[in-house]
């Protein structure tokens, strides 16, 4: 009797659990499933792109889902989050908007929980302890909740919009008359930063080709379209031409954890032949693009491998047959070989990356990648 007793308390528990379950409505389910469609067919291309869309997305999944509490609101957003991780794991401007937005909930729950709170000036310690514990549970009732969270969202929207422009305005610190600047590839911010930096200094820009993707070109053209003297090189050029650079300005696709990047393939090339030559480097990435992961728990989807028909013809039919061809679109350069970053919050050195990490995400989401 006692034993089927016990068995009835936990299917009621159990009940009670899946009664209380917050899930994610089937209408949001579909347009969440067609934002990943869209990403894999390059419908939206590009990590700005994809970081606004998530956040336009999940500014949506705010407004349209029923939750009462932070706490069902952070149990809705990690479901879609997950989704969004296992579906695009090369996204991970995706990624970083998810939990930029989860801190977001958190911070405007705290803060509104504090509002509500009649401080007294003799508040005995326990008693401080005891309301931070409360306010860490995320499941006390707050009205006007959900507009703090669409108004904080609605600024950050403002600070994406406005991201490359910030960056751009930093190019006449760093860019000087008579310079040398190389890059690599073609990148919209460091095109933007070059570009604004030309209306007020003569400056001639190498650019490397970036083979077999050929990047470069495009970057080149765009930039000679602007009378700005440019230089197009082969890759097999870089080191010899490096010892006449003043500077490396390149973009990335991502800044790990640990300050080294993720960025087009051939990048760890310039940035060693920069490194052997003590030409300082530069990268140029919004803070979207600050990962809180690092390489080794990233790496088995850190790097994305093209057709290797760019780089041996298919034609070369016997000596295909030989040799494995790998045609990686990605290279990961260690912060070693950073010098500045610059982002739409300023000029931090790789070192710094820990901090801004902290500020930006909070660390009870980091079971988003389990």
């Not at 507009?147 to 929207?157: A, N, T």
């Not at 300005?249 to 393939?265: K, Y």
């Not at 032949?273 to 803070?287: E, H, Q």
């Not at 970053?341 to 901090?355: K, L, Q, T």
Request: aromatic content about 10%; hydrophobic content about 40%.
């Amino acid at each position: 009797m006692q034993f089927s007793e016990f068995f009835i308390s936990c299917y009621r528990q159990l009940f009670y659990e899946l009664r209380n379950m917050v899930t994610v409505s089937e209408s949001f389910t579909k347009t969440l499933q067609q934002f990943i469609r869209d990403v894999k067919l390059e419908k939206v291309k590009g990590s700005y792109k994809v970081a606004y869309a998530v956040v336009e997305l999940f500014s949506s999944l705010v407004t349209q889902e029923e939750w009462t509490t932070a706490k069902d609101l952070i149990t809705l957003m990690k479901i879609c989050g997950k989704m969004l991780v296992a579906e695009l794991p090369l996204q991970i401007s995706a990624e970083n908007m998810v939990l930029r937005l989860l801190k977001i909930v958190r911070d405007e729950y705290t803060a509104a929980c504090h509002q509500q709170e009649e401080l007294d000036v003799q508040e005995s310690l326990h008693k401080i302890v005891t309301s931070e514990e409360e306010v860490d549970d995320f499941s006390k009732p707050i009205k006007e909740l959900k507009e703090s969270i669409l108004d904080h969202i609605s600024e950050f929207q403002t600070e994406l919009e406005t991201s490359i422009e910030n960056i751009t305005k930093e190019a006449i610190k760093h860019i000087h008359t008579n310079e040398i600047i190389l890059t690599i590839g073609r990148s919209a911010i460091v095109e933007s930063f070059l570009k604004e930096a030309a209306k007020y200094r003569k400056f001639e820009v190498i650019v490397c080709e970036c083979a077999s993707h050929n990047y470069g070109r495009d970057m080149a053209l765009n930039l000679t379209k602007n009378k700005i003297q440019t230089t197009l090189i082969a890759d097999s050029s870089i080191f010899g031409i490096m010892s006449r650079v003043n500077k490396v300005i390149i973009g990335t696709q991502a800044v790990m954890a640990n300050g080294g990047l993720r960025a087009i393939c051939g990048t760890h090339a310039v940035a060693l032949a920069a490194k052997y030559y003590s030409v300082p480097v530069i990268v140029l990435a919004g803070l979207y693009k600050l990962s809180s992961q690092y390489l080794c728990t990233h790496e088995d989807k850190f790097n994305q491998f093209l057709s290797p028909e760019p780089v041996l013809k298919y034609s070369e039919g016997v000596l295909t047959t030989l040799v494995h061809v790998y045609n990686p679109l990605f290279d990961y350069v260690p912060p070693e070989l950073v010098t500045l970053f610059i982002s739409n919050a300023g000029g931090n050195a790789p070192s710094y990356v820990y901090r801004l990490l902290s500020e930006l995400y909070h660390a009870d989401d980091s079971d988003l990648y389990d």
